[in-house]
């Protein structure tokens, strides 16, 4: 992943809340305060899991990227995996995803509007741990992100200024227009069978 000229450090960004307590078992979330609150086997009774592949598949359909490479949808199935430990329901699952997938293009535009570069993995999963921090009240930290999704990729130094390069692509606006989240979150969650009939714009 490129590095970006900027060396600011991501814990004073002050829309992210980005925090890397020393260690996060799987059932915790970790707040601003630092502090975890117990997600009770939310993997085992949502039966989430079982849905990551699905998923992964509508989020490269969103972003337009056709024959995803096999090293991208491994790092973007870690990236899902994690946030399925994370977040307490699919519908918030499924709204993070959303907004990660309305990131890729300013990466794009930044980029020449070329997606075969060996990076989309790398992009699609850390926008997806920016989206995380955006769309959530109790976020994982980059850290954690780090060893459980990019260790084996790069440093969790280059991994700081990768977002700090991402959210300047995106002029720090990390809203979304609520008809184009709309859109995208349905489209996502009409991929998970026992939701989909229920859904409608």
């Known amino acids: 992943m490129e590095m970006p000229t900027s060396s600011t450090n991501m814990r004073s960004h002050a829309n992210l809340k980005v925090f890397a307590p020393s260690s996060t078992p799987s059932t915790m979330c970790w707040t601003s305060e630092g502090s ?8 085992s009774d949502c039966g989430m899991q079982d849905h990551t592949e699905l998923l992964v598949e509508c989020i490269f359909d969103l972003v337009q990227v056709e024959d995803p490479r096999t090293r991208d949808i491994q790092l973007v199935t870690a990236a899902v995996n994690l946030l399925i430990r994370a977040c307490p329901c699919m519908e918030d699952v499924c709204t993070t995803l959303a907004h990660a997938s309305a990131y890729f293009p300013d990466y794009l535009v930044r980029k020449g509007n070329s997606s075969d570069n060996g990076e989309v993995g790398n992009v699609l999963a850390l926008l997806l741990f920016i989206a995380h921090s955006w769309c959530n009240d109790d976020v994982v930290g980059l850290k954690v992100w780090h060893k459980k999704v990019f260790r084996k990729h790069c440093s969790l130094r280059t991994l700081n200024l990768a977002v ?3 959210l300047k692509a995106q002029n720090y606006v990390l809203r979304l227009d609520d008809l184009d989240l709309t859109i995208r979150r349905v489209a996502l969650l009409n991929c998970i069978p026992q939701v989909s009939r229920s859904l409608s714009l």
């Not at 975890?36 to 993997?43: E, L």
Request: no cysteine; proline share 0%.
């Open 36 to 43: 975890a609150s117990i997600r009770s086997s939310v993997v």
């Open 164 to 166: 700090v390069s991402l």
